[in-house]
């Protein structure tokens, strides 16, 4: 028996599944992270404006359009989402358009609209 697992008076403690799952967990800064990151996705108006992005390249006047929303609101949750790395901006002129960030907020968004969908 390992010293570093502690024993439960109630329930039977499977060590070497408690040892495999410590071994394999991340790091508590990492944890922080995704945590953080699911927080931007706690927005219903964040959670539009990555769908929209989803499927179209826009500018915040498209985006206020879309949504019903004022350029002002729109340009506050693009920062959070730009901060949160799940968009970014391409700017063409004077205009600023925005897409997801990556393939992986593609899938993140898509996964789930299937786990909702169910």
Known sequence: ???????CGFLCVHEDVVRQVT????A????Y????????FGDSTRIKILYALFEAELCVC?????LG???SA???QLRVLKAGRLVRPRKDGKT???????????????????????
Not at 1 to 7: A, L, N, V
Request: negative net charge; charged residues 30%.
């Open 62 to 66: 498209d985006i206020a359009q879309l």
């Open 96 to 118: 600023v358009f925005y897409s997801l960030a990556d393939d992986h907020v593609r899938t993140l968004i898509a996964q789930g609209m299937e786990h909702v969908e169910e």
């Open 1 to 7: 028996m390992d010293g570093d697992i502690e024993r």
């Open 74 to 76: 729109v340009s506050h």
């Open 33 to 40: 992270d995704l945590a953080e990151l699911f927080k931007v």
């Open 69 to 71: 929303l004022t350029q």
């Open 23 to 26: 071994e394999q967990m991340p």
């Open 28 to 31: 508590d800064e990492q944890l």
